[in-house]
C-alpha cells in the first residue's frame, strides 16, 4: 500500500485529512498495529478518539484494522488522550488515540501505546514499513466492546487529589476534547468553575487549542480581570498539556510549573530523580537539587521523557512544550487534567495562589523560534555546530539534543526539531542583558552553519 511517508513523526503519525491520512491509512495502521501487538503477546487494545470532525470515521476504520489482525478492542469513544492512556493501563496494555492535538483543524494522527510504552522512533518507522508491505496477518476472534471510563477516571482523581479549601477557577478548553470532561471533574474537586469554550467542536471556532501560545491565552486573561477568580486553566485540543495563568494575567509556562510540582513531590519522595527537556530554565535543575531531588536534564519529546523516566524510577518529569508526567501517585502519563488537580491541591493549601505562582523563581527569556529548513537539513546543520562549537570556562556544552550552551547567567539553545523540517531556539538570561548577550552569541554560532538563517516565532 501506498502511503505518505511524511505522517510517520517521531513521536506519532500526523498528517491533513483526506490529503494524506484517510480511512484507508486508518484500516492500514490497525492492521499493521495489531499484528505487531499480537506478535507480542497482546490481545486487546483500546481506542480513544479527540472532538475532531474526522474523528469518528478515522476511528471506526482503525477499530476494523484491529479487529481483522484479531484483537479485541475497548473502544472508549470520545474521550481526552489522557482518558484512552488512562484505559490502557487499568483495562489492558495496549492503546491508540485518533487525535490531531494541537495542530490546525484539518488535521488528525494517532498516538500510541503497546505493551506499557509509549511507541516512537524505529517502532514507527516498523510500523510504516509494515503498512507498505501489506504484512498484517490477518486473524480470527476480533470483538468490539463499548467502555465508558469518564467515570472510573473522575474516581480514581477525586478519590486522591484532596484540595484544603473551595477555589474558584477559570478553565479554558478552547473547544477542545477536554471540555466534555474538565470543568466536571474540578467540581468533583470542590471547585467553582467559570467555564470558556467546553462544547466540543472540530471547527475550533473561538481560538486554536494550544495553551503554549500566549494569544490563545487572551479570553482566559480577559475573564480573570473580570471575576473574582483565583486563577486560570487553560487546555490543549486532545487534553494532554496545560497553561497557567495567575489573576494579575501572568502565564506560569510549564518549567517554573515543574518547580512547584518538584517541591511537593519531593517532600513525600526524598532524593527522587526529576526529569525535564532540555528546553527548560536553567533555574529548574538548582530549585530540584534545593527541594532534595536529583534533576536530570534530557531530550525534548514526551515518548523520550517517559522512557527516561522509566528507567531512572522517576517520580516527576516534564515538558517545557507543557506535557507534565506524574508517576508519583500516578501512572506516569502527560495528564493536563490531572497536572491541573495536583496543583490545585498545592495551591489550595496557600492563601494566594496567584501570589505563590508568581513568587516561583523567574528569568527573561525568549518564546520558542523557529529557523525554516529544508527536509533533512536541521540534524544535519546541528551535527556541523556540534563539531564547531568550542566553549570557553565558565560555560558549559550539552550535546544531548542539539547544542545548549550554559553560563552563570543564562543559556542558549539550538536544536533540530523531531516532527517538522525547522531548528529550534530558546534562550534564557538573568538579566535583560545577559538575555541580549547569549542571544547574539548563539546567533553568530548559527551563522557560521547556515548563514541565511531567518529566525522567526514559532508557528503551531
Known amino acids: 500500500m501506498q502511503v505518505a511517508a511524511s505522517i ?14 484517510d480511512e484507508s491509512v486508518a484500516e492500514a495502521l490497525g492492521h499493521a498495529f495489531g499484528t505487531v501487538a499480537r506478535q507480542q503477546g497482546e490481545t486487546a487494545v483500546a481506542v480513544g478518539r479527540d472532538g475532531r470532525l474526522s474523528g469518528p470515521a478515522l476511528s471506526a476504520a482503525l477499530i476494523r484494522g484491529l479487529v481483522r489482525a484479531g484483537i479485541d478492542v475497548i473502544d472508549v469513544g470520545m ?4 482518558m484512552l492512556y488512562f484505559a490502557a493501563s487499568t483495562l489492558c496494555r495496549s492503546g491508540i488515540q485518533v487525535t490531531g492535538s494541537h495542530n490546525p483543524k484539518d488535521y488528525n494522527g494517532f498516538k500510541m501505546v503497546l505493551a506499557g510504552r509509549a511507541i516512537f522512533g524505529d517502532d514507527i518507522q ?117 497553561g497557567i495563568v495567575t489573576r494579575s494575567g501572568q502565564n ?74 506524574f508517576q508519583e501517585r500516578w501512572f506516569g502519563f502527560d495528564d493536563g487534567t490531572y497536572a491541573g488537580a495536583r496543583l490545585l491541591e498545592i495551591l489550595s493549601r496557600e492563601q494566594d495562589a496567584s501570589a505563590t505562582l508568581e513568587a516561583l523563581p523567574t528569568s527573561y527569556s525568549t518564546p520558542e523560534l ?27 556544552l550539552s550535546t544531548i539534543d542539539g547544542v545548549r550552551i550554559d553560563w552563570p547567567d543564562g543559556f542558549g ?20 542583558e545577559a538575555l541580549h548577550r547569549i542571544e547574539a552569541h548563539m546567533l553568530a554560532l548559527l551563522r557560521q552553519v547556515k548563514p541565511d538563517a531567518v529566525v522567526g516565532a514559532a508557528a503551531h
Open 370 to 396: 523557529n529557523v525554516t529548513c529544508t527536509e533533512g537539513e536541521p540534524h544535519a546543520l546541528v551535527a556541523r555546530l556540534i563539531e564547531q562549537v568550542k566553549v570557553e570556562a565558565p560555560a558549559r
Open 79 to 82: 474521550v481526552t488522550t489522557p
Open 126 to 242: 516498523a510500523l510504516r514499513r509494515l503498512i507498505e508491505q501489506d504484512g498484517g496477518a490477518d486473524a480470527e476472534g476480533g470483538r468490539v466492546r463499548h467502555v465508558n471510563v469518564a467515570g472510573p477516571y473522575r474516581d480514581r482523581i477525586t478519590g486522591d487529589v484532596k484540595l484544603a479549601r473551595p477555589m474558584k477557577i477559570v478553565v479554558d478548553c478552547g473547544n477542545g476534547v477536554a471540555g466534555a470532561s474538565a470543568p466536571a471533574l474540578f467540581r468533583a474537586l470542590g471547585c467553582e468553575v467559570i467555564e470558556l469554550f467546553s462544547e466540543v467542536d472540530g471547527e475550533f471556532p473561538n481560538h486554536h487549542p494550544d495553551p503554549s501560545k500566549p494569544e490563545n491565552l487572551q479570553d482566559l486573561i480577559r475573564t480573570l480581570a473580570a471575576t473574582d477568580a483565583e486563577l486560570g486553566l487553560a487546555f490543549d485540543g486532545d487534553g494532554d498539556r496545560l
Open 413 to 432: 539553545l539550538i536544536r533540530a526539531s523531531n516532527t517538522t523540517p525547522v531548528l529550534v531556539l530558546r534562550f534564557e538570561g538573568q538579566t535583560v
Open 252 to 325: 506560569i509556562y510549564p518549567d517554573r510549573q515543574m518547580i512547584l510540582f518538584s517541591r511537593d513531590v519531593l517532600s513525600r519522595v526524598p532524593g527522587g530523580d526529576i526529569v525535564f527537556d532540555v528546553k527548560c530554565s536553567q533555574r529548574l535543575g538548582p530549585a530540584i537539587e534545593a527541594a532534595g531531588g536529583t534533576p536530570h536534564i534530557y531530550k525534548t519529546g514526551h515518548s523520550l521523557i517517559k522512557a527516561r523516566m522509566k528507567e531512572l524510577g522517576s517520580p516527576l518529569g516534564g515538558e517545557m512544550s507543557g506535557h507534565i508526567f
Open 8 to 21: 510517520f513523526k517521531a513521536y506519532d503519525i500526523r498528517g491533513v485529512v483526506p490529503a494524506t491520512l
